[in-house]
C-alpha cells in the first residue's frame, strides 16, 4: 500500500469499517429488495435452476416478480443485460457447490454470500486501488485523506454493495481503468497488463452501463494516441472479452444484437398477460413523470435525486475542472475526460424525454454513479490548493457530512427515495403520485353494485380460510325486487356455510336509491313488516355491509388486476380501503379496523375480495386478519377491451 505512512493507520480503518458495515448491511437487508434487483435474480435462479433466461417460473411466486422484465416469443424475460446476471449465476453455483445453499430454500443466505463476493470484495479492492492512485498524484495529505474518505463513506456506492446492480460494478472497473491510464498516459509506463486492465475494465464497464460506450471509446483513442501497437496487441484482445460475452449472451435471450433496453416503448414492455397489462402500459408514481428537461435537469443536479444536493462532496470535484491548476496538472487528460463525459450523459439523459424517471425509486441518480471516480479525482487539484486553509476543511467536512448522511440514510433500501426527496414531498413541493379514478358515488359497503336485473336471482360465492385450516363460505344471492313504503327495495339473501351442519341465513333489504345514492348502510338497510329487529341485530346487520364496527366511507385507490377462481384471465378492478377507530364498550383497549376491497361490475355485488386488519392502538403487528376471495358466481362480464389509444393514456 503506498499511502503516506502517517495515513496507514486511517488506511487500514476505514478499509475494517467499510467491510464491517458492508457486512452488516448485506447481513441485515432483504435480498430481494425492489423490482430491480429481483430482475437480476429472477435470471440467475432461472440459469441455475433450469438452465435457461426464461423467468416465467420464479416470478410466479410474488415475492420474486418484478416489473423489470419484458415478454419475447411468449416468454417473460428479465428487461435488464444477460451478461452481469450469467456471472453472478456462476458465482452462485460455486457458493452452492461448497455450502448446499440455494436460492429456493435457502435465499437470504446465499443471496448474501453472492453480495458479499460481487459487491463488497471489489468495492474493497477499488477503494484499495483509488488510495495508491491518490497517493502519487497529490500534494498533502489532507488530499488523500479527505479523497478516500469521501470514496469510502460519502458516495453512494457503498450504499449499492447491498443490492445485486449494475452501477457498482461499473464504478469500480472505471476506478481501475483511471489506474491503469494514468499509469500509460501519465506515468509513460508500457507494461502490457495495464493495458490489458484498461481494455478488460473499460469494456466491462460498458457492458454494465451501456453509455459507458463513449468512456471506451475515449480510452481506446487516447491509448492509440501513446502507444498504437500495445493498444492493438493487448488492450483490444482484452476488450473483445466482455464484448463478446455481452453479444453472445444477448444473442441467447434476444435473438439479436440489440438489449431488451433498446425496446422501450414497444409490444416487448407494453403487452398483455392473462388480462393483465405490464407495468409500462401504465406507469405510476415517478415513473409516470412528466417534468420539463428544466425541472428534470434541476433535480437530477440541486434536487430530490442531485448529485450536488445529495453528495456535495462532488461540487470540489466539479469546481476542479475550471481551477487554472487543473490544466498544469499531470491528471489534466483525466480531469477534461470526466468534464466531458459528465456533460455527456446528463445532456444524454436529458434527450430521453419519454422515461423521465430518474432511475425509479432509488436514493440518488443511479445511472450517473458510474462517474463517481472522475469525481473524486476531480478533487485532488482542488484539496491539494486550499486544503490547508482552515475554512476551507470546515466547508469539506460540510459536505462530506451532508453526503454520508445521505448514503448512510439509503443502506438499509437504496431502493426508495432520497431524504432530501421525502423532505420536498413532506413540504408539497413536488408531488408524483397521480390521483386514483374516482368513484361514481360514495363508497360505504364492501358490496359496490347491486346484480342489473332482480329477476336473474343473481348469486357470488366467497371463501375464507383461518390459520387452523377452517374454511368460511359465504354467498350472496338477489332475492329479488319488493315494495317498501312505494320505494323499490332489493332482497339481500346472505347464507353463511352454505351446505354444511353449521349453515345459517341472514335475509336483508336494502333501498335501491338510497344504496345507488351512496348512503351508509343505516339509511339503506330496511325491516319490512312493521317491527324492526333488536338494535344489535340491526348494527349487526349495519356491521355487516360495512366491514367495519363504525360508519366510515371508502378512499379510492388505484386499479388492479386480481387472478380469480373464475377464469384464466385476471379481472380489472379498483381497490378501495377504509379506517375507523373503535373502542368496545366492555374494553378500555381501542383497535384499528382497516378494511380494503377490491371492486368490480364484472361480478354480481361488484366485489371480488374484501378483508379486514385488525390492530391493537399504538401497534403496528394485526391482531386479528380475515380475506374473503371470490370463488364461484351466477355471471361474468367482460373487462373492457384495450385499445391504442387507452394503452398509452397517461
Same mark, same amino acid.
Given at each position: 500500500?503506498?499511502?503516506?505512512?502517517?495515513?496507514?493507520?486511517?488506511?487500514?480503518?476505514?478499509?475494517?469499517?467499510?467491510?464491517?458495515?458492508?457486512?452488516?448491511?448485506?447481513?441485515?437487508?432483504?435480498?430481494?429488495?425492489?423490482?430491480?434487483?429481483?430482475?437480476?435474480? %429472477?435470471?440467475?435462479?432461472?440459469?441455475?435452476?433450469?438452465?435457461?433466461?426464461?423467468?416465467?417460473?420464479?416470478?410466479?411466486?410474488?415475492?420474486?416478480?418484478?416489473?423489470?422484465?419484458?415478454?419475447?416469443?411468449?416468454?417473460?424475460?428479465?428487461?435488464?443485460?444477460?451478461?452481469?446476471?450469467?456471472?453472478?449465476? $456462476?458465482?452462485?453455483?460455486?457458493?452452492?457447490?461448497?455450502?448446499?445453499?440455494?436460492?429456493?430454500?435457502?435465499?437470504?443466505?446465499? %443471496?448474501?454470500?453472492?453480495?458479499?463476493?460481487?459487491?463488497?470484495?471489489?468495492?474493497?479492492?477499488?477503494?484499495?486501488?483509488?488510495?495508491?492512485?491518490?497517493?502519487?498524484?497529490?500534494?498533502?495529505? /489532507?488530499?488523500?485523506?479527505a479523497v478516500f474518505l469521501s470514496?469510502?463513506?460519502?458516495?453512494?456506492?457503498?450504499?449499492?454493495?447491498?443490492?445485486?446492480?449494475?452501477?457498482?460494478?461499473?464504478?469500480?472497473?472505471?476506478?481501475?481503468?483511471?489506474?491503469?491510464?494514468?499509469?500509460?498516459?501519465?506515468?509513460?509506463?508500457?507494461?502490457?497488463?495495464? #493495458?490489458?486492465?484498461?481494455?478488460? &475494465?473499460?469494456? #466491462?464497464?460498458?457492458?454494465?452501463?451501456?453509455?459507458?460506450?463513449? #468512456?471506451?471509446?475515449?480510452? &481506446?483513442?487516447?491509448?492509440?494516441?501513446?502507444?498504437?501497437?500495445?493498444?492493438?496487441?493487448? &488492450?483490444?484482445?482484452? %476488450?473483445?472479452?466482455?464484448?463478446?460475452?455481452?453479444?453472445?449472451?444477448?444473442?441467447?435471450?434476444?435473438?439479436?444484437?440489440?438489449?431488451?433496453?433498446?425496446?422501450?416503448?414497444?409490444?416487448?414492455?407494453?403487452?398483455?398477460?392473462?388480462?393483465?397489462?405490464?407495468?409500462?402500459?401504465?406507469?405510476?408514481?415517478?415513473?409516470?413523470?412528466?417534468?420539463?428537461?428544466?425541472?428534470?435537469?434541476?433535480?437530477?443536479?440541486?434536487?430530490?435525486?442531485?448529485?450536488?444536493?445529495?453528495?456535495?462532496?462532488?461540487? &470540489?470535484?466539479?469546481?476542479?475542472?475550471f481551477l487554472p491548476k487543473t490544466?498544469?496538472?499531470?491528471?489534466?487528460?483525466?480531469?477534461?475526460? $470526466?468534464?466531458?463525459?459528465?456533460?455527456?450523459?446528463?445532456?444524454?439523459?436529458?434527450?430521453?424525454?419519454?422515461?423521465?424517471?430518474?432511475?425509479?425509486?432509488?436514493?440518488?441518480?443511479?445511472?450517473?454513479?458510474?462517474?463517481?471516480?472522475?469525481?473524486?479525482? $476531480?478533487?485532488? !487539484?482542488?484539496?491539494?490548493?486550499?486544503?490547508?486553509?482552515?475554512?476551507?476543511?470546515? /466547508?469539506?467536512?460540510?459536505?462530506?457530512?451532508?453526503? /454520508?448522511?445521505?448514503?448512510?440514510?439509503?443502506?438499509?433500501?437504496?431502493?426508495?427515495?432520497?431524504?432530501? #426527496?421525502?423532505?420536498?414531498?413532506?413540504?408539497?413541493?413536488?408531488?408524483?403520485?397521480?390521483?386514483?379514478?374516482?368513484?361514481?358515488?360514495?363508497?360505504?359497503?364492501?358490496?359496490?353494485?347491486?346484480?342489473?336485473?332482480?329477476?336473474?336471482?343473481?348469486?357470488?360465492?366467497?371463501?375464507?380460510?383461518?390459520?387452523?385450516?377452517?374454511?368460511?363460505?359465504?354467498?350472496?344471492?338477489?332475492?329479488?325486487?319488493?315494495?317498501?313504503?312505494?320505494?323499490?327495495?332489493?332482497?339481500?339473501?346472505?347464507?353463511?356455510?352454505?351446505?354444511s351442519a353449521d349453515q345459517r341465513?341472514?335475509?336483508?333489504?336494502?333501498?335501491?336509491?338510497?344504496?345507488?345514492?351512496?348512503?351508509?348502510?343505516?339509511?339503506?338497510?330496511?325491516?319490512? $313488516?312493521?317491527?324492526?329487529?333488536?338494535?344489535?341485530?340491526?348494527?349487526? %346487520?349495519?356491521?355487516?355491509?360495512?366491514?367495519?364496527?363504525?360508519?366510515?366511507?371508502?378512499?379510492?385507490?388505484?386499479?388492479?388486476?386480481?387472478?380469480?377462481?373464475?377464469?384464466?384471465?385476471?379481472?380489472?378492478?379498483?381497490?378501495?380501503?377504509?379506517?375507523?377507530?373503535?373502542?368496545?364498550?366492555?374494553?378500555?383497549?381501542?383497535?384499528?379496523?382497516?378494511?380494503?376491497?377490491?371492486?368490480?361490475?364484472?361480478? !354480481?355485488?361488484?366485489?371480488?375480495?374484501?378483508?379486514?386488519?385488525?390492530?391493537?392502538?399504538?401497534?403496528?403487528? !394485526?391482531?386479528?386478519?380475515?380475506?374473503?376471495?371470490?370463488?364461484?358466481?351466477?355471471?361474468?362480464?367482460?373487462?373492457? !377491451?384495450?385499445?391504442?389509444?387507452?394503452?398509452?393514456?397517461?
Amino acid at each position: 500500500m503506498n499511502a503516506p505512512s502517517a495515513k496507514r493507520p486511517l488506511f487500514w480503518f476505514v478499509i475494517c469499517v467499510t467491510a464491517g458495515l458492508g457486512m452488516a448491511a448485506i447481513l441485515n437487508v432483504d435480498p430481494l429488495l425492489s423490482a430491480n434487483d429481483r430482475s437480476r435474480w %429472477a435470471t440467475v435462479w432461472s440459469l441455475s435452476e433450469r438452465g435457461t433466461y426464461q423467468i416465467d417460473e420464479i416470478i410466479q411466486n410474488d415475492d420474486w416478480d418484478t416489473i423489470d422484465k419484458v415478454r419475447h416469443d411468449g416468454h417473460f424475460y428479465s428487461s435488464k443485460p444477460p451478461l452481469l446476471p450469467t456471472i453472478v449465476a $456462476g458465482v452462485y453455483e460455486a457458493i452452492r457447490a461448497t455450502t448446499g445453499w440455494n436460492l429456493t430454500d435457502d435465499t437470504d443466505r446465499a %443471496a448474501r454470500s453472492v453480495l458479499v463476493i460481487v459487491n463488497l470484495l471489489p468495492l474493497l479492492i477499488g477503494l484499495t486501488v483509488l488510495s495508491r492512485f491518490i497517493t502519487r498524484y497529490m500534494e498533502s495529505e /489532507v488530499t488523500w485523506a479527505a479523497v478516500f474518505l469521501s470514496a469510502a463513506f460519502g458516495t453512494y456506492l457503498s450504499t449499492f454493495s447491498v443490492t445485486l446492480n449494475n452501477h457498482t460494478p461499473a464504478a469500480i472497473s472505471v476506478i481501475f481503468v483511471l489506474a491503469a491510464l494514468s499509469r500509460i498516459v501519465i506515468d509513460g509506463s508500457r507494461s502490457p497488463g495495464y #493495458f490489458i486492465v484498461a481494455g478488460l &475494465f473499460a469494456a #466491462f464497464a460498458c457492458t454494465c452501463e451501456l453509455p459507458a460506450a463513449l #468512456f471506451g471509446v475515449a480510452t &481506446f483513442l487516447l491509448l492509440v494516441k501513446h502507444d498504437w501497437l500495445r493498444t492493438l496487441l493487448c &488492450f483490444v484482445p482484452a %476488450a473483445l472479452i466482455p464484448l463478446a460475452a455481452f453479444f453472445v449472451t444477448n444473442y441467447l435471450v434476444t435473438g439479436g444484437v440489440k438489449p431488451f433496453y433498446a425496446y422501450y416503448g414497444t409490444e416487448t414492455y407494453e403487452y398483455i398477460h392473462q388480462g393483465v397489462p405490464s407495468y409500462w402500459m401504465f406507469p405510476r408514481g415517478i415513473d409516470a413523470n412528466t417534468e420539463s428537461t428544466a425541472v428534470y435537469f434541476m433535480h437530477c443536479v440541486i434536487g430530490h435525486h442531485g448529485i450536488l444536493s445529495l453528495t456535495p462532496i462532488f461540487l &470540489f470535484g466539479w469546481l476542479g475542472w475550471f481551477l487554472p491548476k487543473t490544466w498544469k496538472s499531470p491528471l489534466r487528460i483525466l480531469h477534461g475526460l $470526466g468534464a466531458l463525459l459528465t456533460v455527456a450523459i446528463l445532456a444524454f439523459y436529458m434527450s430521453r424525454t419519454a422515461n423521465y424517471n430518474y432511475g425509479g425509486n432509488t436514493a440518488g441518480l443511479r445511472w450517473a454513479f458510474w462517474l463517481i471516480p472522475f469525481w473524486l479525482v $476531480g478533487m485532488i !487539484p482542488v484539496l491539494d490548493a486550499w486544503g490547508q486553509r482552515r475554512w476551507f476543511q470546515f /466547508v469539506v467536512g460540510v459536505c462530506l457530512s451532508i453526503s /454520508v448522511y445521505s448514503m448512510a440514510s439509503a443502506i438499509g433500501n437504496p431502493w426508495r427515495p432520497s431524504w432530501l #426527496f421525502d423532505l420536498m414531498k413532506q413540504a408539497e413541493w413536488i408531488d408524483y403520485d397521480a390521483p386514483a379514478p374516482k368513484f361514481e358515488r360514495p363508497l360505504t359497503t364492501w358490496i359496490h353494485s347491486l346484480p342489473p336485473d332482480p329477476t336473474q336471482k343473481s348469486w357470488v360465492e366467497f371463501e375464507s380460510s383461518d390459520v387452523d385450516g377452517t374454511i368460511t363460505t359465504l354467498r350472496l344471492t338477489d332475492g329479488g325486487r319488493i315494495q317498501y313504503a312505494n320505494h323499490d327495495a332489493r332482497t339481500i339473501i346472505v347464507d353463511w356455510n352454505r351446505g354444511s351442519a353449521d349453515q345459517r341465513r341472514e335475509t336483508y333489504y336494502i333501498l335501491e336509491e338510497r344504496f345507488h345514492a351512496g348512503r351508509p348502510p343505516r339509511e339503506f338497510l330496511v325491516w319490512p $313488516g312493521g317491527q324492526a329487529p333488536s338494535k344489535a341485530a340491526q348494527e349487526s %346487520a349495519r356491521t355487516f355491509f360495512r366491514n367495519m364496527p363504525k360508519a366510515r366511507g371508502y378512499n379510492a385507490d388505484h386499479i388492479r388486476y386480481l387472478k380469480t377462481p373464475l377464469r384464466e384471465d385476471a379481472i380489472r378492478c379498483q381497490q378501495a380501503a377504509s379506517r375507523v377507530r373503535f373502542e368496545p364498550n366492555d374494553s378500555s383497549q381501542a383497535y384499528w379496523y382497516r378494511s380494503d376491497v377490491w371492486i368490480s361490475d364484472q361480478v !354480481p355485488f361488484g366485489c371480488l375480495r374484501f378483508e379486514t386488519t385488525v390492530r391493537v392502538d399504538g401497534s403496528n403487528e !394485526p391482531y386479528r386478519y380475515r380475506r374473503f376471495d371470490i370463488t364461484a358466481a351466477s355471471w361474468l362480464g367482460d373487462d373492457p !377491451p384495450y385499445t391504442d389509444k387507452t394503452v398509452r393514456q397517461k
